[in-house]
């Protein structure tokens, strides 16, 4: 998650806000200081698509239930207080007109919006059409913000995993190789570190923030320190095949609607759960 702290400190905040009161708080500075400026500047916002809810709804899901799984095998298993509260935050950052989702050119790039939640593939993109972005220098990166009373600094985030298919049409020798060169990827720390540095995906290991084979790595984009860092507290996707639908119903029953003002956040969680839970059934 990144944040343009240059700009919140010509409005008055010198911190980085990472709880929802800091966050409101900041909204509000902002917002009197530059009307035509937003916190979150983002059309996903206000979009149904399943997949944009791992970098809205679940982010924040995440670091508000502490690591919730939301949906454990066929069973409906979401944290009530943490989804209204999740939802609470949003619709309060609506009230202070802190989110826009209309179509902006890079809002967070060119300073519309001050807050914006990206991956670390976004880097290599910065480096070639926004130079002048330079981490430390004027934007930093931060775990999600959290509700009032929980640790900032121990936040759970959305973890954009990726997996390993192999297709049950391949004859037997086909996967005994595949699982073969699996086994080689994994034996060597070099081909973790090679990956890391072609793609900027940090590997799923504990250890990476640590490990001195991807010191270089860091020297080169020292940024991608904080995602690794962020690993052990990483929460992949919804593991169910339904998970398309299950996760259209998120924006359709209740995210959408509270940032478009239209439904108050106990009726969305609520609503969500019954749409949920049905197509479960």
């Known amino acids: ?35 035509d400026k937003y916190l979150w500047a983002k059309p996903d916002l206000a979009d149904p698509t399943s997949w944009k809810r791992w970098f809205d709804f679940f982010m924040l899901y995440n670091a508000a239930s502490d690591g919730n799984k939301f949906i454990e095998g066929s069973q409906f298993v979401g944290d009530e207080k943490a989804g209204i509260d999740v939802l609470s935050y949003v619709d309060n950052l609506r009230k202070e007109k802190g989110l826009l989702t ?14 914006t939640d990206i991956g670390p593939w976004t880097f290599n993109m910065w480096a070639e059409k926004y130079p002048e972005l330079e981490y430390k220098k004027n934007f930093e990166v931060t775990l999600p913000p959290v509700p009032d009373g929980m640790d900032p600094a121990n936040a759970k985030t959305f973890a954009d995993a990726k997996g390993i298919v192999i297709y049950a049409s391949a004859s037997p020798e086909q996967q005994a190789a595949a699982i073969e060169f699996i086994k ?24 990476v923030g640590t490990n001195e084979a991807f010191k270089p790595v860091f020297e080169k ?18 593991d169910n095949p339904k998970f398309n639908e299950l996760q259209t119903f998120i924006g359709q029953e209740a995210f959408n609607k ?17 749409a949920i839970e049905g197509e479960l059934q």
């Open 258 to 274: 509270i940032v478009r003002g239209e439904i108050d956040p106990k009726t969305g969680w609520d609503n969500m759960k019954k």
């Open 184 to 207: 080689w990827v994994y034996s060597d720390v070099q081909n973790d570190v090679a990956f890391f540095q072609e793609t900027n995906l940090p590997p799923a290991r504990d250890d």
């Open 221 to 238: 984009t020292p940024v991608l320190q904080e995602y690794a860092k962020a690993i052990p507290n990483a929460v992949p996707s919804m």
């Open 102 to 115: 209309q179509n902006v050119t890079e809002p967070f790039e060119n300073g519309v919006g001050v807050f």
């Open 1 to 35: 998650m990144n944040i343009l702290p240059y700009i919140l400190k010509e409005a008055g905040v010198n911190e980085i806000p990472r709880t929802y009161s800091e966050v409101i708080e900041a909204t509000k500075k902002l917002k009197a200081k530059y009307p």
